[in-house]
């Protein structure tokens, strides 16, 4: 037993001072496992600071925008089921965000490649070869042992190991940068969710309007049928003239040439919804066909703080999770000039034979540090720096433009909202003088006291005041769906 531990002890002596040093070198990793060269990002902040309110532009009381917290589920307060409806088939069904939902598994799961840069990796294997000696080769230079056979088999097996210590960060710093990029990936769903919502609402808004033109239309197409009767009636008993009926006519066809045009509005609107719930052509048209009246809108329209902002809207949120990603990224540039440090290991066992495998003098191993010193790269890892620093500015700058973007869609939106309502007032009150116009008129006629000119007149009037009136309707409820959108509400219905 004395003699074999003897034959043991000079054996354990290297395989202890490599023992040691592996323990410095995994101990050196601990230390400095903290050190991440590279910029650290803060989360940016606007070069102009919000203002500490919206800059309201009022209306005629119909429907004010106030200070409350916003309305996620916007789309409710038009208090109509069927927009309701489209909205909870949309989240299921649009292509768009199909799409976008992918692109976040990408991303995450790119990040799972990235992070597994920092963990060990273990592999195995098992090897048999039939070699044989060339006997005029370069082997001959070799003094074989007598007897030994030009041909034989290896066996091998074995476990193998290595483990970067990522004493620098770089690892770290791509693993943040692929973190970043996932959040980026998230917001743009959030932003293509929102933007589908909105899409939907201004169509639905959009086909309801065209089908009160429509109805518009034909009532007016009736009055002027009525019209041309009565003007015929003149004429056969002598009253009238072929001027007035030829100018009757006329007003009659061009109001009914309007009707097509509205139709083939109503028919893309229904199509375009129908794309956005991932349907073919026509496939709402039973559904969204009938005529029904425009949604009503709500008597207050809560905008929040511009402060609030910054963390509602996706596309700013999307827009510092990559300034982010961007400085992850430069800092994965500079721990490239460091070097890198790695613990390697080998483990296994070969022979001639199968079943010398398994023996212990068939063992071998192998265990130490790997350490890689970048010295000379051509400019390569020079050239990466100063790219990654660019992108990080852009990606800065692409941040500023988004905040001011976001903050002019929503004035401008206000603007538009407040604006529009009052010149949806007065076009009610120039349409209620259009129609006592055309009363008037028409009696003037059928009295014989006035020509026809002036109730063709005052029926174009009216026609085009009652469509104007109705395009300023459709326009108050698409200009607030824009505002809504603007300020960002919306998305958390697609989770």
């Known amino acids: 037993m004395s003699m074999a531990f003897d034959k ?14 592996i323990g410095a070198i995994a101990m050196l990793g601990a230390l400095v496992g903290g050190c991440t060269v590279g910029p650290r990002f803060e989360p940016p902040k ?6 500490s309110v919206w800059h309201l532009t009022p209306g005629d009381g119909t429907s004010d925008v106030t200070k409350g917290a916003i309305d996620e589920t916007w789309w409710t307060r038009f208090q109509d089921p069927e927009l309701d409806s489209l909205v909870q088939r949309l989240v299921k069904q649009n292509l768009d965000l199909a799409s976008a939902s992918e692109r976040v598994i990408e991303a995450q799961a790119a990040r799972r490649v990235t992070a597994s840069a920092g963990m060990p990796s273990v592999g195995a294997s098992v090897s048999q070869a039939h070699d044989r000696i060339s006997s005029t080769g370069t082997s001959t230079l070799v003094t074989h042992p007598p007897g030994a056979p030009l041909e034989y088999d290896d066996w091998g097996a074995g476990l193998s190991a290595s483990w970067e210590l990522d004493l620098f960060g770089r690892v770290r710093r791509a693993v943040e940068a692929a973190d970043a990029g996932t959040v980026a990936a998230e917001e743009a769903r959030r932003g293509v969710a929102l933007d589908a919502l909105a899409e939907l609402a201004a169509d639905y808004m959009t086909l309801r309007g ?9 009532r007016n197409l009736d009055s002027a049928t ?3 009767e009565l003007v015929e009636n003149q004429y056969e008993n002598g009253i009238g003239n072929t001027l007035d009926v030829a100018r009757a006519k006329a007003t009659r066809d061009a109001i009914a040439a309007r009707v097509p045009d509205l139709q083939t509005t109503e028919q893309q609107s229904i199509n375009a ?7 073919p052509p026509r496939a709402l048209q039973d559904e969204l066909a009938p005529v029904a009246a425009l949604p009503l809108l709500p008597p207050q329209v809560p905008a929040g703080l511009p402060s609030a902002l910054l963390r509602r809207r996706p596309d700013i949120r999307e827009a510092e999770a990559r300034l982010h990603q961007a400085t992850a990224e430069t800092g994965v540039a500079v721990a490239s000039f460091y070097p890198d440090v790695s613990l390697t290991g ?7 034979q199968f079943g010398n495998l398994f023996s212990l003098a068939s063992r071998a191993f192998s265990i130490g540090p790997s350490i890689d010193i970048p010295i000379f790269e051509g400019g390569r890892l020079r050239g990466t720096l100063k790219l990654r620093r660019a992108q990080q500015r852009e990606a800065a700058i692409a941040y500023q433009k988004t905040v001011l973007q976001a903050w002019r869609d929503v004035d401008n939106a206000m603007t538009a909202y407040g604006n529009t309502q009052r010149r949806r007032s007065e076009l009610a009150q120039a349409v209620d003088q259009e129609r006592t116009a055309l009363t008037a008129a028409t009696q003037r006629y059928q009295q014989g006291s006035s020509s026809y000119l002036q109730v063709d007149t005052a029926q174009d009037a009216l026609l085009g005041g009652e469509d104007t009136l109705a395009q300023a309707d459709m326009a108050l409820r698409e200009q607030l769906v824009a505002l809504y959108k603007a300020l960002g509400g919306g998305w958390s219905a697609a989770g």
């Open 346 to 352: 080998s483990v296994g066992t070969e022979g001639l």
């Open 46 to 51: 606007p070069d102009t600071p919000p203002p």
């Open 210 to 218: 065209a089908q009160q033109r429509e109805a518009i239309a034909r």
């Open 8 to 21: 043991l002890k000079p054996r354990a002596r290297p395989l202890a001072l490599k023992t040691g040093v």
């Open 226 to 228: 009525h019209a041309l």
């Open 273 to 279: 919804i129908g794309l956005l719930l991932a349907q």
